[in-house]
C-alpha cells in the first residue's frame, strides 16, 4: 500500500462517515453516541475548507477512490477568543493503524496549518485505548498539556481525556 495524502472533496464525505461510524459504534476513542448523518458531514467539510483549514484524507495511491483515512483541524471552542486555536481530528479505516497512515496525515495537516491563521492545535484524546494516538502526537512535537480524569462516560466505563498541545510555527 503506498499512501497518497491530498484535499478530502465532497465526494469523500460518504466514505469519511463510514470510518468515523465504526469509531462512534465499536469505541471510545470518540464521545459521539450516535454517528452523524452524512449532511452534517457535508456541513462540516464545507464550514473547515472555506474557514481555509486542511480536511485531508489518505489514499492508496493505486485505489485513489478508497479512503484509508482523514484528519481535518476543526473549532476548538466556539468563542471568538479561540478563533486561532483548533482541535486536530485523525481517523483510519478499522485494520490500517500502525502502517504510518496516521503519521502522513499529521504530517501534511501540520505543514497545511503554516498557510492558515490557526497558531494553537488542541489534540484531545480518549486516554483508553489512546496510546497510539498519543505517541504519534508527540512524535509530531504536540507537548502534554493536561489529563482530565471521567470526562466521558461510554461502553459502560468513565473515560479520562489527555489534551496535547502544538504551537503552529514555533516547531
Known amino acids: 500500500m503506498s499512501i ?17 461510524r465504526h469509531y462512534v459504534e ?9 454517528a452523524p448523518a452524512l449532511d452534517v458531514w457535508e456541513q462540516k467539510f464545507t464550514a473547515i475548507t472555506t474557514a481555509g483549514r486542511p480536511f485531508l484524507v489518505a489514499v492508496d495511491s493505486d485505489e485513489r477512490d478508497e479512503v484509508a483515512g482523514f484528519a481535518y483541524l476543526g473549532a476548538f471552542r466556539n468563542m471568538p477568543a479561540y478563533g486561532q486555536t483548533s482541535e486536530d481530528t485523525i481517523y483510519l479505516r ?61 461502553a459502560g466505563q468513565w473515560v479520562d481525556t489527555v489534551y496535547l498541545q502544538y504551537s503552529v510555527g514555533a516547531q
Not at 484535499?7 to 462517515?17: K, L, R, S, Y
Not at 471510545?28 to 453516541?33: E, I, L, P, R, S
Open 4 to 20: 497518497v495524502v491530498r484535499p478530502a472533496g465532497i465526494a469523500d464525505c460518504p466514505q469519511i462517515a463510514d470510518i468515523y
Open 26 to 34: 465499536h469505541t471510545v476513542a470518540t464521545f459521539d453516541t450516535t
Open 94 to 154: 478499522p485494520g490500517l493503524g500502525g502502517k504510518g497512515i496516521g503519521s502522513a496525515l499529521m504530517s501534511r495537516m501540520l505543514a497545511d496549518a503554516e498557510h492558515t491563521d490557526v497558531r494553537q492545535i488542541i489534540a484531545v484524546i480518549a486516554a483508553t485505548g489512546g496510546e497510539a494516538s498519543i505517541a504519534m502526537h508527540l512524535k509530531h512535537g504536540f507537548t502534554h498539556a493536561g489529563r482530565l480524569r471521567a470526562t466521558g462516560y461510554k
